[in-house]
């Protein structure tokens, strides 16, 4: 925001497009008409630091839920809000952006075959986590199987699975006690994001559900350091959780302008520790300016990769005695080349002409080897 005016600007694959700008005069209607979608008392929109909420409008006789964020600015408010077109979120493991190759698809498929436990996907926001999450009931969703979802807000309704919608916090304990009587044998809670939620993840784990669920940290070990964080104690982490996962969305270069380019340069190479052999590695780059395919970014689409760190009972009885650190599993397990890590991941879609060094250094940390 500016003294004349403010701005909109769209979130297209992952990075902000052009400020679009908006005369001052217009900042209040503009606040107004999105808090009367909301339908939020005059108390709360003016005395509250910061607004949460969200609202669904029809857009082509297509349903958007709209995420709502407003917290104050020195000249006014900062607003975010994310767009869920329910209509555009089916994907299907195996196609489109959750196309996974098949070292990510036979791990994650041993992991759907654990019969109870957590498995954890961690990532930024907007990593695509809660779609993944969703694509893997899909596969799971049987008729002899009891489902169960509870979530802020349901994000894709599947046919044959209960879903619940959190209307707040406070409904979230209750909800899940409620869970664990209603005889579920797949649980989905949406996130793990306090002591509460993270116990009652436990306790149902442990009790014989399957629980899906997903926590922000930048690497899949740091899952473990999350959780004591929350204040869970590393022996019950070690026995409940069986597989922690780490997501990304990578930018794909743009098929009708990408340009070919023959290795990368000995600085990058130290830089993000790539051997010799990249020296003289063929491979594809963003065209500068695109083309009007790609909005002239020289990007179209994301892809998302996963790294897949399982807990098998000889690992979780080394964390439990404290024989070996989450970071030292995940250099050991790395280090074996037998799970698919975000690292190697990105780098095959390189080699594969998919995107290029510069997307994947902006998404993952490249600056030292996970081998």
């Known amino acids: 925001m500016e003294k004349e005016a403010f701005y909109y600007a769209f979130r297209i694959d992952g990075d902000l497009s052009q400020k679009i700008?908006?005369?001052?005069?217009?900042?209040?209607?503009?606040?107004?008409f999105l808090l009367n979608l909301m339908k939020l008392p005059t108390e709360t929109r003016n005395t509250a630091p910061g607004i949460s909420g969200r609202f669904t409008i029809s857009y082509y006789h297509r349903p958007i839920d709209i995420r709502y964020e407003r917290h104050q600015t020195y000249r006014g408010y900062h607003l975010t809000l994310r767009l869920l077109d329910k209509s555009h979120i089916k994907l299907t493991l195996g196609k489109g952006a959750l196309a996974f190759d098949e070292e990510t698809q036979f791990a994650l498929n041993r992991v759907m075959q654990i019969p109870a436990g957590i498995i954890v996907i961690s990532g930024p926001t907007g990593s695509g986590k809660s779609t993944t999450l969703n694509a893997i009931l899909r596969e799971l969703n049987r008729p002899e199987i009891n489902i169960l979802t509870l979530e802020n807000p349901v994000e894709d309704e599947v046919p044959g699975i209960t879903h619940c919608n959190l209307k707040s916090a406070k409904e979230f304990k209750p909800m899940i006690a409620s869970f664990m009587r209603s005889d579920?044998?797949?649980?989905?809670?949406?996130e793990v994001r306090d002591l509460e939620s993270a116990e009652l993840a436990i306790e149902a784990s442990i009790t014989g559900h399957k629980v899906l669920t997903t926590i922000h940290t930048p690497r899949a070990s740091q899952i473990i350091e999350?959780?004591?964080?929350?204040?869970?104690?590393?022996w019950k982490i070690a026995q409940a959780l069986k597989a922690a996962c780490a997501q990304r969305l990578i930018k794909t270069l743009c098929p009708h302008c990408k340009e070919p380019a023959t290795g990368?340069?000995?600085?990058?190479?130290?830089t993000f520790f790539l051997d010799d052999t990249w020296a003289t590695m063929p491979h594809f780059v963003a065209k500068a300016g695109g083309c009007g395919a790609c909005r002239n970014t020289g990007y179209k689409g994301r892809t998302a990769i996963l790294?897949?760190?399982?807990?098998?009972?000889?690992?979780?009885?080394?964390l439990a005695q404290g024989q070996i650190t989450p970071y030292a599993m995940e250099r050991q397990i790395a280090a074996e080349g037998?799970?698919?890590?975000?690292?190697?991941?990105?780098?095959?879609?390189?080699?594969?002409?998919?995107?290029d060094l510069a997307a994947i250094s902006k998404v993952i940390d490249m600056t030292y080897s996970d081998g």
């Open 21 to 32: 700008m908006i005369p001052m005069k217009l900042k209040d209607r503009v606040d107004a």
């Open 184 to 190: 579920p044998d797949i649980i989905l809670m949406g």
């Open 226 to 234: 999350r959780f004591e964080q929350l204040g869970i104690e590393r």
């Open 264 to 270: 990368i340069s000995s600085n990058e190479r130290k």
């Open 338 to 355: 037998l799970l698919p890590s975000l690292r190697r991941s990105a780098l095959r879609l390189i080699r594969e002409g998919k995107t």
């Open 307 to 318: 790294e897949i760190i399982p807990i098998t009972p000889e690992m979780a009885d080394k």
